[in-house]
């Protein structure tokens, strides 16, 4: 069985889809309450992981260090609880978070704006002018995020096995559809997803460990092994590398850790601006 | 199903593939022939239904999906398990679309193949 990601914009039954959908292919669903989980692991009070993941960048606002941090804890407590069973998930960004898992059906339910603004107006007894405005307003803030943290574009299509219009679908009719995709034989688990799962958990562990002291650190594992990609230069460097050498060896399941320096010219300029 | 010895068809056009896991395979009970070329392995398939067929994806001159359309042309109850050295999201998804049994990413323990082979064996043993 699959495992599912729902994405859902601003205005439409996320929630609801996602908790039929877990129900009907009898997996557990997981939502917003991971991000508690993941601002514990960050340091972090979870309003401030929320604004992390929902606010648009701005001069006096959320450092990209800190959303980057937030998004390494909530990628690794994610991919740790995947490890744990069937699961059907919404988080913010979740489609970006785990990628290349063959047995990760992914699926973007939307709507047309003016019926997005409808359902929120109705949810929160608003004026339908409020109601626009705020899911032009999010929308707005899920396209510039997502450039900023993942160089994506949001409205890609491709990024989805599955796009449902939850206009055209009750509640129940859209989870159908998704539990039904869900049980075809391309969407099964099998050895190579697995371990495609435990790699990117352990690496997201790594990362978490190592976020604190180098926000860019890249990190890929395979079969216990480690990879460190650091652009950390400067007086300080040795014994930067070292340390987050020592601080990946820590993690639990590692089994040798191997680290690239790759001196970056740009990034060295403009790492003291950011 | 009967307790008679399931028989499995090995194909990888790398000699010591064959070399190391027939020996495992048939210690654990089970009757193995080995082929390197794909096409070989395709003709011999058109003669003699196996229970279990192994195949790497990238053989020489046949592409190991040919192999498994070819199994499925056969014998729609013969597990396939295909290995390969190349893995991708999209390759695994296209292998069980066309009804591979499992797809297991090189290098691989044989105890690890081994665990995927009596998994479909005892599969067999249920149908």
């Excluded at chain 1, 994610?78 to 490890?83: A, F, S, Y």
């Excluded at chain 2, 592409?63 to 199994?71: I, K, S, W």
């Excluded at chain 2, 998804?93 to 105890?111: C, H, N, S, T, V």
Aim: proline share 3%.
């Amino acid at each position: 069985m699959a495992m599912i990601c729902l994405s859902s914009l601003a205005g439409c039954p996320g929630e609801e889809v996602a908790r039929e959908a877990a129900r009907l292919t009898g997996s557990e669903y997981v939502g917003p309450e991971l991000l508690t989980a993941a601002a514990t692991g960050a340091g972090l009070p979870v309003e401030k992981l929320h604004q992390a993941l929902t606010t648009a960048p701005s001069f006096f606002g959320i450092t990209l260090a800190t959303r980057r941090r937030c998004l390494a804890h909530l990628q690794a407590v994610l991919t740790g609880r995947l490890l744990q069973g069937p699961t059907v998930f919404l988080v913010p960004y979740g489609h970006h978070l785990v990628r290349g898992i063959s047995h990760l059906l992914k699926v973007r339910l939307y709507a047309p704006g003016e019926v997005r603004a409808q359902s929120w107006a109705q949810a929160r007894s608003c004026s339908a002018a409020e109601a626009v405005r705020r899911v032009r307003e999010q929308d707005r803030v899920r396209l510039l995020l997502a450039r900023l943290l993942f160089s994506a574009d949001d409205d890609d299509n491709d990024l989805f096995d599955l796009v449902v219009n939850s206009s055209h679908l009750d509640v129940e009719a859209a989870a159908q559809v998704v539990a039904e995709t869900a049980t075809q034989p391309r969407y099964r688990e099998t050895s190579y997803s697995r371990q495609c799962l435990e790699d990117l958990a352990l690496a997201n562990r790594v990362k978490a460990a190592l976020v604190g002291e180098d926000d860019e650190v890249e990190v890929t594992s395979s079969g216990g092994l480690v990879r460190l990609r650091t652009r950390v230069t400067g007086r300080r460097s040795r014994r930067r590398r070292q340390r987050l050498q020592q601080l990946a060896e820590q993690v639990d399941g590692v089994m040798g850790v191997e680290l690239e320096q790759v001196d970056d010219l740009i990034s060295r300029i403009t790492r003291p601006l950011r | 199903m009967d307790a008679r010895q399931l028989e499995i068809l090995l194909i990888d056009d790398e000699d010591i593939v064959g070399k190391r896991l027939r020996p495992m395979l048939e210690k654990a009970g089970y009757q193995v022939e080995v082929f390197t070329s794909g096409r070989e392995a395709i003709e011999r398939l058109a003669r003699k239904t196996f229970d279990i067929v192994i195949s790497d994806v990238r053989i020489d001159e046949v592409d190991g999906l040919e192999v498994l359309a070819a199994v499925q042309q056969h014998s729609s109850r013969t597990k396939t398990i295909m290995i390969t050295g190349f893995a991708t999201l999209e390759l695994a998804r296209e292998a069980l679309a066309k009804g591979a049994f499992e797809f297991i990413a090189k290098p691989f323990y044989p105890k690890d193949l081994k665990k995927v082979v009596d998994k479909a064996a005892a599969q067999l043993r249920q149908e």
